[in-house]
């Protein structure tokens, strides 16, 4: 699976942690930035992460900033992007499970690196169980089709 990687500065040393855990689980992945702990802004990097999973250029994403808001505000105003703000394992686990999350949204002020690795390892594998969870699911595309011309 292609996973994009993206975090502002207050992100930073997460995403490392999360793309060394991602290629170490056999999957290969894109990083979007930033490089480094100087200040950025994080729609940028949101954009760039969630651009690539709507286009088909990754599987899925994870973005890193301070709380997790801004990335998950920014990563879900792209069509076909459904991104989830998690603290936990199980919260990132249902998200993939239940709502077909293609984005993780992770706050690195809010997580210890246990918790982090749990979430990511987590979330990296599990499934989309569709059944009622895919009706749901194609209603918010349906929406997001009819108002995002």
């Not at 990687?5 to 290629?23: M, T």
């Not at 954009?47 to 088909?56: C, Q, R, Y």
């Not at 239940?98 to 987590?122: F, P, Y």
Request: glycine content about 10%; aromatic content about 4%.
């Amino acid at each position: 699976m292609k996973i994009a990687v993206g975090s502002d500065h207050r992100g930073f040393a997460a995403k490392e942690q999360i793309a060394a855990l991602v290629q170490s689980m056999g999957h290969e992945v894109t990083d979007h930035g930033t490089h480094s702990t100087e200040s950025c802004d994080y729609p940028d990097l949101a954009l760039a992460v969630a651009e690539s999973v709507a286009l088909g250029r990754a599987d899925r994403g994870i973005l890193i900033c301070g709380s997790g808001i801004g990335m998950s505000i920014m990563a879900n105003k792209v069509r076909g992007v459904r991104a989830a703000l998690c603290y936990d394992a199980f919260a990132a686990e249902m998200s993939r499970r239940h709502n077909d999350a293609n984005i993780l949204c992770i706050g690195s002020d809010r997580v210890s690196e246990t918790v982090l690795a749990d979430m990511v390892r987590g979330w990296v594998t599990t499934d989309f169980e569709g059944g009622r969870h895919a009706r749901r699911i194609e209603k918010i595309i349906s929406y997001e089709n009819e108002t995002r011309k």
